[in-house]
């Protein structure tokens, strides 16, 4: 009966998806204000009725519903109570449905907080986004109906998949919905001022904070997803240039380059129509990855089941909304007034600067993720792009992105001076040549590029410092400067740490990426084997039993200098259903880098002292990344709580009056 | 359409060996050759993993193709000869770094070319909208403008 | 900011939706992945027979006059299983000579695989390491390849023959090369 009042409240929710789609732009068109006002009611009444719908496929997974064919699919009454509540998005159908309740979700809370926009504008706004939630809800109706019986019910379920029962996959996917869905809101916010004909700077002053939220949101998801293939994969990669992770990096691209452009359309009233182009690609990018996901058109390891006619519909909807909106665009930019003119050495040019290089950046992932699918289309015999290509692609463009990251802050609006800039910046000038040249020396030219991505990261951590310090004079007076700085603006600190949190990025994947030891090695209990400096003794091997798997279990002893450091215990788990095989690495996150074992198989015949093969490593700066990514996040929440946003509210509303 | 579906589904069918974290794979004694041979397995393909290469795959097959990377190393082939060799099995598909040629010269190109168009599309639109020159008044303006920057400038911003 | 440019982003969205049209609806396995042996010579390896004292692969086995079928399988491979009965009718019906290829097996598991199933082989060698597999740029079990008189790989059939595969891919495929 819940499945069936769940099914009842997706209906509902298609219904009014329908009527919100339609009612208040009638309503605009007569002018008749009590139409237009009908929009908040049902942005909010379709946020319930899905909430309700996936509460009901929720319960459905808490109890392992079984006559449901997704629980039965996907579940399993032996799986710890955490996976079965996640399992609820793990599967194809419930991550659609979670979708589209993020989609609802943001579109009251636009009703909600938007009450400082302009009730028309409002109004066009949930009505692009009621349309855009009445695709997905249509979709999931038509091909994808999450609370499809089955009969007879079978008495257990088939499992999920155990790679993907982990702590950090269980919130990976939501947290990426909430980046990819929140761009629906720059997105909605671009239609309905292409509709309007007018982009200001107050409608860059409120979109940027959506663009701000849907960007930590999916900066922090596509670091869930790293640190997830770090830990599970068993190989210490965090990023394999596989086509999904690219399907999460292009809309995070655009969203980059969204949130530097909306501030030139805010401060200059300038980059009107190239904004209102990124934030429809931005979200057009999260409405691709969807399709590449679920279609089946590309092979990935994360893909969902694939079914051609799902991706013929989705295709369908992607084609509409991205067409349509693209056309629009097309039809009205050119009627929108230009804006401010600005020099060449000004903090608008080193912005465009920044823009053009990420969204290059961007049309580069997307050509080599599909480029074998062009060369395919044209005939030719099969090729692969992989992390070669892109990583190439990454230094070509990001290095230069990275030196002006540095700069930009420090140039003016309107006309800056390089020769200000560089004497302020000498400092990080000198620190990162003389690391670069101190590391080609040390390492007697091997490590060029190394050097230079040291060089890089440096440049950037310090020259973000530098621009802080600058600003509260603290040069000039230490103790007054710190004053200042509590009353900077949070805008301004939290750019500074963002940029700084790259920097620190920069630096862990070099530092990673060049001197990770790793040693393959075969061990009976009581041998030792060396991996960067630390001592790894295998003490003992044992099986243990877990909720749903039985597992074999190392245990190493890790010494440095004859002193125990740590102890690991890797195990490599076999589940029941499936049947399948995982690796626990064992990871111990030291100052200077992670310790990282895993075992493998018994070598010949299982005695007392079996051999076992092991995989050792150390991997320095591992740590970098997450701090790095995390320092990017809070800048950006930081930047989220700037007076600015509330002061740009009052301003709208005395507008609006 | 149907037909795609069957397929599709003998895909989940085809069967790989059980996986395994083997190590009977020796690192080549000159440590100049491991690190060649290394560099080299990062670019190979998976071929039953996607998307991965054979440096940091358990599949069976990356492990055998490591074996035979390091063996012909070994023999005395350089990487361009390892290379062609995987490429006369398994086509060009097995490269995680498509080579430089014609019909990848669009994917090579695409960083370089991109910024060349939109720095193409900057100079045209600067030379098909040339500002208008500016009145007497406007000069004076922007002249008052361009000081209180400079002024801006010199003074410390908090 | 106006010109002709503004339809640009569209114009390459479109071209983007085209593609992937025509690659949703084209017949296409995305993991599958062409042979790159077909229009070349077989590769000539010398392996050993799966019976004891049986004949081994020799080169000359390639270069019958008449296409052969190169079989790769394995007991530990369930979709081979499947794709047997298309064997044994190959054989019989269609008196095509094959050859089997135990991949990665063990002598006796092999051998007890085709005692139980049939065994549908002119001749059973076996790649107890896949190093012959890696020689065919095999990437897993099943797969299928037909050689001509001369040697020359015609076609390479990728994953299970079920379902039609046999009457509509394999066949001709034999047929041409004759």
């Not at chain 1, 002893?557 to 195990?571: A, F, H, M, Y």
């Not at chain 3, 002598?107 to 790649?127: H, I, Q, T």
Request: charged share 15%.
């Amino acid at each position: 009966m819940i499945a069936e009042a769940g099914h009842f409240a997706l209906v509902i929710a298609t219904i009014l998806a329908l009527m919100a789609g339609i009612v208040p732009p009638v309503g605009l068109k007569r002018r008749d204000m009590g139409l237009i006002a009908l929009a908040d009611s049902f942005a909010v009444a379709q946020f319930l009725m899905v909430a309700i719908a996936f509460a009901a496929l929720m319960h459905g997974f808490i109890v392992s519903d079984f006559s449901l064919k997704v629980v039965a699919a996907n579940s399993h009454t032996a799986k710890p109570m955490l996976y079965k509540v996640a399992g609820t998005w793990g599967n194809h159908e419930g991550s659609l449905l979670l979708w589209v309740l993020i989609l609802t979700l943001f579109a009251s809370l636009v009703s909600l907080f938007g009450r400082n926009l302009p009730l028309t504008f409002r109004a066009r706004v949930l009505s692009v986004q009621a349309l855009l939630s009445l695709g997905f809800l249509l979709f999931i109706l038509v091909t994808s109906n999450p609370f499809e019986r089955l009969s007879p019910a079978p008495l257990e379920g088939n499992g999920l998949n155990p790679l993907l029962q982990d702590p950090g996959l269980a919130f990976h996917p939501p947290m990426l919905y909430l980046g990819y869905v929140g761009l629906s809101v720059a997105f909605s916010f671009a239609v309905a001022a292409l509709i309007e004909r007018e982009v200001t700077p107050m409608w860059a002053r409120w979109v940027r904070p959506w663009t701000l939220a849907a960007w930590i949101f999916l900066t922090g998801g596509i670091a869930l997803g790293s640190w997830w293939a770090y830990y599970e994969l068993g190989w210490g990669g965090w990023w394999f240039w596989d086509p999904v992770e690219n399907a999460s990096f292009m809309p995070w691209l655009a969203a980059s380059a969204l949130l530097h452009s909306a501030i030139v359309v805010e401060k200059r009233d300038a980059l009107k129509s190239w904004t209102i182009l990124l934030a429809i690609v931005a979200f057009s990018f999260s409405l691709l990855g969807t399709f590449l996901v679920r279609s089946g058109v590309i092979t990935s390891v994360h893909a969902f089941a694939v079914d051609p006619t799902r991706g013929i519909f989705i295709l369908g909807f992607l084609a509409l909304v991205v067409g349509a909106s693209l056309t629009l665009f097309a039809m009205r930019a050119p009627s929108l007034a230009p804006g401010g003119l600005f020099g060449l050495v000004s903090r608008e040019s080193a912005l465009v600067l920044n823009n053009i290089l990420l969204a290059t950046f961007a049309a580069v992932v997307l050509i080599g993720t599909l480029y074998p699918l062009f060369v395919e289309a044209a005939g030719g015999a099969q090729i692969s792009v992989g992390a070669p290509f892109f990583n190439y692609a990454a230094l070509v463009l990001m290095s230069p992105l990275i030196v002006a990251l540095g700069l930009g802050p420090l140039l003016a609006w309107k006309r800056g001076r390089l020769s200000r800039a560089a004497r302020i910046l000498l400092p990080a000038l000198i620190v990162a040549a003389v690391v670069f040249v101190g590391t080609v020396w040390a390492t007697a030219g091997g490590y060029v590029m190394s050097a230079f991505g040291l060089a890089l990261g440096l440049w950037l951590i310090v020259s973000a410092k530098l621009e802080i310090l600058q600003r509260i004079r603290f040069f000039e007076g230490p103790m007054a400067g710190l004053k200042r700085l509590v009353r900077l603006p949070r805008a301004a600190l939290g750019m500074a740490l963002a940029h700084m949190g790259l920097g620190v990025l920069v630096l862990a994947i070099t530092i990673s990426e060049t001197w990770t030891s790793e040693t393959l090695t075969v061990l009976s209990p009581g041998e030792t084997a060396m991996a960067g400096g630390y001592e790894f003794t295998l003490d003992k091997v044992e099986p243990v039993a877990g909720p749903n798997y039985a597992a074999v279990r190392g245990t190493l002893s890790v010494r440095r200098d004859g002193e125990l450091v740590t102890v690991l215990t890797p195990e490599d788990r076999t589940f029941g259903d499936p049947v399948m095989e995982t690796t626990e690495a064992a990871i111990r996150p030291l100052v200077t880098g992670d310790l990282y074992a895993v075992i493998g198989e018994a070598i010949g015949p299982v005695a007392a002292d079996g051999r076992w093969s092991l995989r050792l490593y150390f991997k320095p700066a591992i740590s970098g990344l997450w701090l790095g990514t995390l320092m990017m996040m809070a800048g950006g929440l930081l930047s989220l709580t700037d007076r600015r946003a509330r002061v740009g509210a009052a301003a709208a509303r005395e507008k609006a009056a | 359409m149907k037909h795609l579906l069957a397929r599709l589904m003998l895909v989940a069918a085809f069967a790989l060996p059980a996986h395994a974290v083997d190590v009977d794979e020796v690192p080549l004694d000159d440590p100049a050759k491991e690190a060649e041979a290394r560099d080299l397995m990062k670019e190979v393909r998976c071929l039953v993993c996607q998307n991965q290469s054979i440096e940091d795959s358990d599949a069976d097959l990356a492990r055998d193709l490591r074996v035979i990377i390091r063996e012909r190393m070994a023999a005395g082939d350089d990487t361009d000869q390892v290379k062609a060799y995987l490429v006369e099995r398994y086509g060009d598909w097995v490269l995680l770094k498509p080579p430089v040629a014609g019909r990848t010269l669009i994917l090579w190109g695409s960083p370089v070319l991109i910024l060349l168009l939109v720095a193409a599309g900057l100079l045209l639109r600067r030379r098909a909208a040339p500002p208008p020159p500016l009145s007497a008044e406007e000069e004076a303006k922007l002249k008052a403008l361009l000081e209180a920057a400079e002024a801006d400038e010199k003074e410390p911003r908090g | 900011m106006r010109g002709p440019w503004v339809f640009l982003p569209l114009a390459a969205f479109v071209a983007l939706v085209a593609l992937m049209g025509a690659m949703l609806l084209g017949d296409r396995n995305p993991a599958e992945v062409d042979s790159a042996l077909v229009g070349r010579a077989a590769p000539t390896l010398t392996l050993y027979a799966l019976e004891p004292g049986g004949e081994p692969l020799v080169p000359a086995d390639l270069r019958r006059g008449v296409p052969v079928i190169v079989n790769f399988f394995a007991s530990w491979c369930v979709p081979c299983r499947a794709e047997h009965e298309s064997l044994m009718a190959l054989a019989g019906e269609h008196k095509v000579q094959i050859i089997g290829i135990a991949y990665k097996d063990k002598p006796a598991a092999a051998r007890a695989f085709l005692e139980e199933l049939g065994n549908p082989y002119d001749k059973v060698v076996l790649d107890e390491s896949g190093r012959a597999g890696i020689e065919w740029g095999v990437s897993g079990v099943p797969e299928t390849f037909v050689i001509d008189g001369d040697g020359m790989v015609r076609y390479r059939h990728w994953g299970p023959v079920v379902g039609d595969a046999l009457e509509t891919r394999l066949l001709p495929a034999v047929e041409a090369a004759r």
